[in-house]
C-alpha cells in the first residue's frame, strides 16, 4: 500500500467508526466515510477533526445498499482499502425487524463487496461481532469456535462472514480480515468522541451512564440468576480506543495474506454486570442505583474472548483497563449530556478535569 493509503470508512460516523478514523488520521491514513446516519450525526465529524488534528477527506451521505452512490464514491478517489462497520446493531431489534437487518447488514455488504470489485479494490477489514458464537458452550472462545448465532442481527453478520469466506475462496485477489468484538465500550479520553446512539441505548455501559448523568433514575440488572459467582452476565469489554487500534493494525497486516482470516477482538477477562456497576460508581464518584429484573430474553450467561490469535499474529494486545474503559465512558457523558445533538455541553472544554 502506498505510503498515505486512502481508506473508505463505511458507518465511519458511528461509535466504533469514528474512533477508528482518528487512529487512522493520526497515523498519515487518508480517509473517505460513506454514512447515511441512520444510527449517527454529522456533528461527529468536527470532533473527529478537533481530537485528531486532520479532518476526514470526504464525506458522504449515502445508503451502501445504493450501488450508484457507492459506485461514485469509487470513482472520485484511488481506493486503497475498505473497512467496513456500516450495520445495524441493535439485537432486539433485530428479533422484531428480521428482514431489515438481512438487507441492511448482508445486502450492504454484498453491495459493497460488487463495487469494490468493479472498481479494482480488493482489501477489506469486516466489523463482525462475538454474538456469532451464541450461547458458548465453553469459555474463552477461540476463533475456531463453531458458530450458533441466535437471533438475526448475529445470523446476518455470521452470513457476511460465509459471504467474505466464498468470495476470498473463489477470487484470490483478496484480502479480507473479519474482527469480531466482543464488548467494545469507553470514549476518546479527550471527551470529544463516544457511543451516542439514537434513541434508548440497550447496551449495558450507555445506559450506566445515563444513570450517573441523572437521565434515568436506575440502570435494570437483567437477572441475577445466572450461573457465575454475583448471578449476573459476564463479558469481555474492551476498550474503544484499543478496538481502533486493532482497526490499524488490520491496515498494516492486510497485504501479509490473501484469504480471509478471523480475529476476535477482546480483552480475555470476563467482568459481570455487579462489577461494572461498581467500577463505574468508582469512575464517576458515587453508586449506581439498579434494580434487579427478569433475565432479557435471547442473553446468554458468559462471553469472553481468548484473544491469543491476535496476539501470536500482530503482538498486539489491548491496553485499557476497566477503570479506563468507564472513566472515558463517564467523561463524553459527563462533557455531553445529551450526545452530540444536544446543548453545546462542556465538549467545548475537552482538556477540563474530571
Ligand atoms: P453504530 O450504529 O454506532 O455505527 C454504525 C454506523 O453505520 C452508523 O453511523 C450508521 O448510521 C451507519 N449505517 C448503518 N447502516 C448503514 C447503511 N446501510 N449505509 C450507510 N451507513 C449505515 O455502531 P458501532 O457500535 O459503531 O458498530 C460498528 C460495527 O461494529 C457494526 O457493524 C456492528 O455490527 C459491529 N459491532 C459492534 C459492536 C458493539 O458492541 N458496538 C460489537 C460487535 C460488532
Ligand atoms: C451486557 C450485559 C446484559 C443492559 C451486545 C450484542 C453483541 C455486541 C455487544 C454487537 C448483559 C446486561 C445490559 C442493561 C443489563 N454488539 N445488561 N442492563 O448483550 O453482551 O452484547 O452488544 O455486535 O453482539 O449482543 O451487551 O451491553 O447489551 O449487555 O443488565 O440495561 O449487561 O444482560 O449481561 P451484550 P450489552
Redesign the pocket.
Known amino acids: 500500500m502506498p505510503a498515505s493509503p486512502t481508506v473508505v470508512v463505511t458507518g465511519g460516523a458511528g461509535f466504533i467508526g469514528s474512533h477508528t478514523c482518528v487512529e487512522l488520521l493520526g497515523n498519515g491514513y487518508e480517509l473517505i466515510v460513506v454514512d447515511d446516519y441512520l444510527n449517527s450525526s454529522p456533528e461527529v465529524f468536527a470532533r473527529i477533526e478537533k481530537a485528531a488534528g486532520r479532518a476526514v477527506g470526504a464525506v458522504y451521505r449515502a445508503d451502501i445498499r445504493d450501488r450508484r452512490a457507492l459506485s461514485r464514491v469509487f470513482e472520485q478517489h484511488r481506493v486503497d482499502a475498505v473497512v467496513h462497520f456500516a450495520a445495524r446493531?441493535a439485537?432486539g431489534e433485530s428479533t422484531r425487524r428480521p428482514a431489515e437487518y438481512y438487507d441492511n447488514n448482508v445486502g450492504g455488504t454484498t453491495a459493497l463487496l460488487h463495487v469494490m470489485a468493479d472498481h479494482g479494490v480488493h482489501r477489506l477489514v469486516f466489523s463482525s461481532?462475538?454474538?456469532i458464537y451464541g450461547d458458548a458452550v465453553a469459555v474463552p472462545l477461540s476463533e475456531d469456535a463453531p458458530a450458533r448465532p441466535t437471533n438475526p442481527?448475529?445470523a446476518s453478520?455470521w452470513m457476511c462472514e460465509q459471504i467474505l469466506a466464498d468470495v476470498c475462496r473463489r477470487r484470490p485477489e483478496f484480502h479480507v480480515l473479519s474482527l469480531r468484538?466482543?464488548?467494545?465500550v469507553g470514549a476518546h479520553p479527550s471527551g470529544l468522541l463516544g457511543d451516542d446512539p439514537h434513541g434508548q441505548p440497550?447496551?449495558?455501559?450507555p445506559?450506566l451512564a445515563q444513570v450517573a448523568i441523572g437521565r434515568r433514575a436506575r440502570?435494570?440488572?437483567?437477572?441475577d440468576d445466572y450461573p457465575t459467582p454475583d448471578g449476573?452476565?459476564i463479558?469481555d469489554y474492551i476498550h474503544v480506543m484499543d478496538v481502533a487500534q486493532a482497526h490499524r493494525l488490520a491496515l498494516e497486516h492486510l497485504p501479509d495474506r490473501s484469504g480471509m482470516h478471523v480475529f476476535n477482538l477482546g480483552t480475555g477477562s470476563g467482568v459481570s454486570?455487579l462489577e461494572l456497576v461498581a467500577a463505574f460508581g468508582d469512575a464517576c464518584g458515587r453508586p449506581i442505583p439498579y434494580s434487579v429484573e427478569a433475565?432479557?430474553p435471547g442473553?446468554v450467561p458468559v462471553?469472553v474472548a481468548d484473544a491469543r490469535r491476535v496476539a501470536s499474529a500482530w503482538g498486539w494486545r489491548p491496553r485499557h483497563g476497566l477503570a479506563a474503559m468507564c472513566r472515558d465512558a463517564w467523561r463524553f457523558q459527563y462533557l455531553n449530556p445529551m450526545g452530540y445533538d444536544g446543548p453545546a455541553g462542556l465538549a467545548a472544554a475537552a482538556d477540563v478535569r474530571l
Open positions: 446493531k439485537v461481532s462475538c454474538s442481527y448475529a453478520k468484538y466482543f464488548n467494545p440497550a447496551n449495558l455501559m445506559c440502570l435494570r440488572v437483567y437477572g449476573t452476565g463479558r454486570v433475565r432479557r442473553d462471553l
